[in-house]
């Protein structure tokens, strides 16, 4: 019997596996596996959305304008080049449905962010995957991947889930290298957590070149995951057609409120960052002591690996396995062609030095 078909290849997509949230038969759960903020939203985000639910049945502003204000002011950007989406990941996947298609290649390094691939997939381009220097984006490995079928090139800085960072001289190098009639999105995700002094969030690159867009998030620093809030920054050209492919209404009345709130709450994200600043260090210093690989981090997670010979045991999927059974929950990254690792969020102090304790007796077993 003849059935209606969907588009050709969709069929060969993984789809995305998101982190646990549960263990069967733990009283107290500690997840730590999706990076999200330390103390979740912000107090005055809590107040501002939970005032607002009476008016629940209103559409929201379709062109999130009092956000978009905010964040020009906040960052000094024009609000013309701002768009707002729901999470990020809705801004991907529009870049990707505007800019790319059969025939066409969508490139991103080794180790990137797994919606990548997956929205580059379903508008039925190819996906190159360009090696990596250890864990790190090469640049020279990206260009050199670049051919006349390139038509995307996302970059993740820092990158997720390694949590390493190309400086703003290679960003530069890169964008030098990269054709005209390739679009790079730079993602900056994690920018707030970075605290060198030769990282930027290149939004300076936006300004000068017709074919850079940078992309934020509310979902990590701002405790916002649940709600979906990102944006993005783009020459003109670019955002008049993410103006065109949106939907109308792509942004939740609760969540322009959220955001409006937490973009003021410059209390909020000072602790949080001083918070992740500490905590970060701390649990990077004290992993390592117990003989296990954690490369430098500057986001809100880490990335731990298990090297060969420390005892046949001593795997990521052991240690998972023997984190859970303790209430603990992080993510495995053989997804991200790193079986060797798991990657930690940093969480509350209490979550942390229990997260230590806890590799503390599974590495002395």
């Given amino acids: 019997m003849a059935s209606p078909q969907p588009l ?10 998101a982190g646990e949230s549960e263990i069967t038969g733990v009283e107290r759960v500690i997840k730590l596996a999706a990076n999200e903020g330390a103390f979740g939203p912000s107090p005055k985000t809590l107040e501002a959305v939970n005032a607002i639910g009476s008016d629940f049945h209103r559409y929201p502003d379709g062109d999130c304008s009092e956000l978009r204000d905010l964040l020009a002011e906040k960052n000094n950007l024009p609000k013309e080049n701002l768009i707002c989406g729901a999470g990020s990941d809705e801004l991907i996947n529009l870049l990707c449905r505007s800019y790319a298609g059969p025939g066409d290649e969508i490139l991103y390094p080794a180790h990137g962010f797994a919606m990548y691939p997956i929205y580059g997939l379903t508008v039925g381009a190819s996906i190159v995957a360009a090696p990596e220097n250890g864990i790190t984006v090469d640049v020279d490995q990206i260009l050199a991947h670049v051919t006349e079928k390139t038509k995307l090139l996302f970059i993740a800085n ?32 994690y920018a707030e957590f970075v605290e060198v ?13 017709d074919n850079v867009v940078m992309l934020r998030t509310f979902s990590k620093i701002y405790g916002m995951g649940g709600i979906r809030l990102g944006w993005g920054y783009a020459p003109d050209a670019v955002i008049d057609i993410l103006n065109r492919m949106r939907s109308p209404f ?7 409120v959220a955001g409006v709130a937490a973009i003021q709450d410059d209390e909020f994200l000072k602790k949080s960052q001083e ?20 490369p430098d981090s500057v986001c809100n997670f880490i990335l731990v690996r298990f090297p060969e010979g420390q005892g046949k045991n001593a795997t990521a999927e052991s240690a998972d396995v023997f984190l859970k059974s303790k209430g603990i929950i992080v993510r495995r990254m053989g997804g991200y062609g790193l079986p060797d690792a798991l990657r930690i969020s940093i969480g ?17 077993n």
């Fill in 8 to 17: 050709a290849g969709l069929e060969k997509i993984a789809p995305y596996v």
């Fill in 158 to 189: 820092p990158n997720n889930p390694t949590g390493t960072y190309i400086p703003t001289s290679e960003v530069s190098r890169l964008i030098d290298g990269v054709p005209d009639e390739v679009l790079l999105v730079l993602d900056s995700a």
């Fill in 197 to 209: 002094d030769d990282y930027s969030d290149s939004s300076e690159f936006v300004s000068t070149n």
């Fill in 250 to 256: 792509n942004v939740s009345y609760p969540a322009i």
């Fill in 275 to 294: 918070h992740n600043k500490k905590w970060l260090a701390w649990t990077t210093e004290n992993i390592r002591a117990l003989d296990l690989e954690v």
């Fill in 348 to 364: 509350l102090e209490d979550e942390m030095k229990f997260v230590v304790e806890t590799l503390a007796e599974f590495v002395s």
